[in-house]
């Protein structure tokens, strides 16, 4: 195979996974991780494997090596943003970051912080790449070079900093700046945070330091007052939805609302979260449909319907319908405490849905959210106030009960003597009155 014939091959396949997948090769000089990420190859010659060339600013192992085959890529790798726009939720950060760019304002070293999976490290990436790019806006060579990326974790010592500080003292053969990823940036001992002070304040003016964690509270305070501080927010649930919805149209998978928004509710604002489990559950169904029942048991979710049910039973006062639902949630393997916390969030919802002002804060489903409506409009405000009380008090004390079913079963029936408990209380006040 002539190179000529191998760049053919090369750039045919790749058009094709572009247009197929709605997404572009990353630059890199890894082969195995970035460059050719998604695709199974062998070998057509006898030449070194591990020899790189570059072809039209790929970054290609063995220009004897033909792609062949796509092979399985995880949706929260396939679907990675590559740019600014593409990236979910955080706007406010990534807008930021543009006009930086664009003033030419960028600062030596950057912290970001907040919860797993909402972007943290991909935003230090395409942070990366935009700001060695030309003025207007292309990206003429590879700057794979010039990105280091270090886990904190397993790098944290004092020499594993000095070895960092050497490696900051070379400039960059192409392009403008070198960059330095730094992921769980606290897991840095105090000795290595201390080693790494002096190289953060003043950098040469080609490094970039982009630090990453997920517990800024144990990075020392002479670190923080070097960096400048982006906080990224969890990813809401109507956004999870809204981004799963186009991955199912990419790949055409038939999803109901209603399981989507449970998967985005069970991500606990993680875009990343949300992603395996969507293909988990695309993995269970066996076909490319998803739906809510199966995303139920999949998930071991206990359904609204149980919540709505057993909350009609405290206003009919009716102890037997109530415990014998609660015996139905048992039997399908759901735990009492996960029943008190679920019913301790469904009062929570019913509060919030009778004022119209709080109704955004109900973060499911349309069509639960009119029965949330119309439950919450025939249920007596202070009645839920106490319910919430009570619920609490019995998740706080279930870990100490010996008997764990009969400790949940006197919430229920103190639940259904609520009312009665809550209207003696009113006619005693208006007898203290006269």
Known sequence: MTYENFRDTFNETKNIYNSKHKTAFLSTDRFETFGMDGFQSVPCGNTNPTDFINIEGYMVQ????????????????????????????????????????????????????????????TCARILAKEINKEEDGSSKGDFAFNIFELDAASNNTVDDIRNLVEQVRIPPQIGQYKVYIIDEVHMLSPSAFNAFLKTLEEPPPYAIFILATTER?????????????????????????DHLTEICKLEEIVAQTEALHLIAQKADGAMRDALSIFDQMVSFSGTKSITYKEVLHNLNILDYDYYFRITKTFAER?????????????????????????????????????????????????????????????????????????????????????????????????????????????????????
Request: proline content about 3%.
């Open 62 to 121: 063995n220009p004897f090596f033909c792609v062949l085959m796509s092979s399985y890529v995880v949706s929260a790798r396939k679907y990675r943003p590559i740019s600014f726009d593409t990236v979910v939720g955080q706007e406010h950060i990534t807008q930021t970051l543009l006009n930086e760019i664009k003033g030419n304002k960028l600062a030596q070293a950057f912290l970001f912080c907040g919860p797993r999976g909402v972007g943290k490290t």
């Open 217 to 241: 509270h144990k990075i020392l305070p002479t670190i923080l007052s070097r960096c400048q501080i982006f906080n990224f927010e969890r990813i809401t649930v109507t956004q999870i939805v």
């Open 318 to 434: 009716d102890i037997s319908s109530a415990l014998l639902i609660f015996d139905e949630i048992l039997k399908k393997g759901f735990d009492g405490q996960i029943f008190l916390n679920g019913l301790a969030s469904h009062f929570r919802d019913l509060l919030v849905s009778q004022v119209p002002e709080t109704i955004p804060l109900l973060e499911v489903p349309g069509n639960i959210a009119e029965q949330y409506k119309t439950q919450a409009a025939a249920t007596n405000y202070g009645f839920m106030i106490n319910a919430l009380n009570v619920i609490n008090q019995y998740d706080t004390t279930y870990k100490m009960s010996h008997n764990q079913r009969l400790h949940v079963e006197l919430a229920i029936i103190k639940l259904c003597h609520l009312n009665e408990a809550i209207n003696l209380s009113e006619e005693l006040k208006k007898k203290s009155l006269k």
